[in-house]
């Protein structure tokens, strides 16, 4: 009972890390239809003339409390906004776009890239689930099924979104849980004893589909960077309660797991919400965050092999529990570091992989030492040489990742008060030192 305990405090870790008030986004607009002023919006608006190199502009809602949060070319800025500044800022949203601005009301920043995620998942998923559930008895009309129904997922959404919104929020989470629905149709149909092929076909089909239409209308809420770090805690969570059923039982059945699974995908859902609601998540913190957890569920992999595996006359033997609970420990340890060592910074896309790359080039120069130094006539000697010492040079890439972006340039810029009326962003912020308020943040537009 305790190392279960344990075990799931060490997964509510990463929720512990951060622990601030929770943020609601708002329109800028009084009809709710802009969620975010975008580069286009702002070419034509003009809200803010003083932000050099403006990219975009969210508002949040804590409270009585809005926050005005703006993404710049050198940063994202995070400013208080009062009630007053709020009206005004909203009625000149709503003059824009009741004159100039009406055919610029509707945001399809993610569309484009909502249609390329959606050839894989069609030819890849859609189109063999549909071959599966009709079941020809010929191989052409397979193909023909095949082709065009892969091509009717592509089509149908492509005339869907035309004249509808598809923020870079909706076309991540959309995409991404219609690939995780697939996962979660094979757990239910376990749970519901479907046997026929196309039964689960039908189920894993639905629930892909599902997924797609709830991440669209649960996307309009988020950025794409907090879309990110919702499906990845979502992945972490299907595998990692699963992990904790097998730490808690002896024999764990086959529907118990695909139990876990369902909740996982729930709760690691519920949980990257409560992560990325009202953060400013960067571009590259959801790749560090997630090259974390497999960090760290690797390294117990790595250390079991490396300290606690036996030999034997056959060979060598794996304790199975020993293995999961030293991986699911690792996992939520590794979410933590992750969490913590990304908080305070903006982060760009590259950076994130820079840790990602360090740490799988750190596995594999370890385990190249490894191949050169162990004892080749001693398998299991071998074994753990290459799994101790690929272990270390992981770690110690992903220590150098995290010490490579964690710089001064990349500390985040919410704290700063600049004066845009006197002084362009660019020397504000080189500057960082200019104390005066914003007009437009103390809500004289």
Request: overall charge positive.
């Amino acid at each position: 009972m305790k190392k279960v305990f344990l075990a799931f405090s060490l997964m509510l870790a990463p929720a512990l890390a951060l622990g601030q008030t929770m943020e609601i986004p708002v329109s800028f607009d009084s009809n709710g239809k802009i969620m975010e002023w975008t580069r286009k919006l702002e070419s034509q608006a003009s809200l803010f003339p003083e932000v050099a190199d403006f990219k975009s502009a969210v508002l949040w809602k804590a409270d009585t409390l809005y926050t005005l949060e703006i993404t710049a070319g050198l940063g994202r800025m995070r400013k208080p906004l009062p009630k007053s500044g709020y009206d005004t800022l909203k009625l000149k949203v709503d003059n824009f776009l009741t004159s100039s601005g009406g055919s610029l009301a509707l945001n399809q920043e993610g569309r484009g890239a909502y249609l390329l995620w959606q050839i894989p998942l069609s030819l890849g998923w859609y189109g063999p689930a549909v071959v599966t559930l009709a079941d020809p008895e010929s191989g052409t009309t397979g193909a023909g099924l095949y082709l065009t129904s892969a091509a009717a997922t592509y089509f149908i959404p492509f005339l869907i979104t035309k004249n509808h919104q598809i923020t870079s929020g909706q076309e991540h989470l959309s995409i991404a849980y219609g690939f995780r629905g697939i996962a979660a149709g094979g757990a239910l149909s376990d749970l519901l004893g479907l046997k026929d092929s196309r039964a689960i076909s039908g189920t894993m089909l639905a629930t892909s589909i599902s997924g797609q239409i709830a991440g669209y209308h649960w996307g309009k809420s988020f950025t794409k960077p907090q879309g990110r770090i919702i499906s990845h805690y979502a992945t972490f969570g299907m595998v990692d309660l699963p992990m904790l059923f097998v730490a808690a039982q002896n024999e764990p059945s086959d529907k118990s797991l695909s139990f876990a699974m369902l909740i996982g995908l729930a709760g690691g859902s519920y949980l990257g919400r409560r992560l990325a609601m009202g953060q400013n998540v960067s571009d590259g913190e959801p790749t560090i965050v997630a090259t974390s957890g497999w960090t760290g569920m690797a390294a117990g992999a790595g250390l079991y092999f490396c300290a606690f595996s036996h030999a034997d006359h056959d060979g060598f033997t794996i304790n199975g529990r020993q293995l999961n609970n030293l991986c699911l420990m690792g996992s939520a340890f590794g979410l933590y570091c992750g969490q913590r060592f990304t908080r305070g910074y903006n982060f760009s896309r590259g950076d994130g992989f820079i840790v990602t790359g360090t740490t799988a080039g750190g596995a594999l120069l370890g385990a190249g030492f490894g191949f050169l130094i162990a004892p080749h006539e001693d398998g299991f000697g071998m074994l753990r040489t290459i799994s101790g010492l690929s272990t270390i040079g992981m770690l110690s890439g992903y220590a150098l990742g995290i010490k490579t972006v964690r710089n001064q340039e990349h500390k985040r810029l919410g704290i700063l008060d600049i004066n845009f009326d006197a002084v362009p962003l660019g020397l504000a912020l080189a500057a960082n030192k200019t104390k005066t308020k914003i007009p437009w943040i103390t809500g004289s537009f």
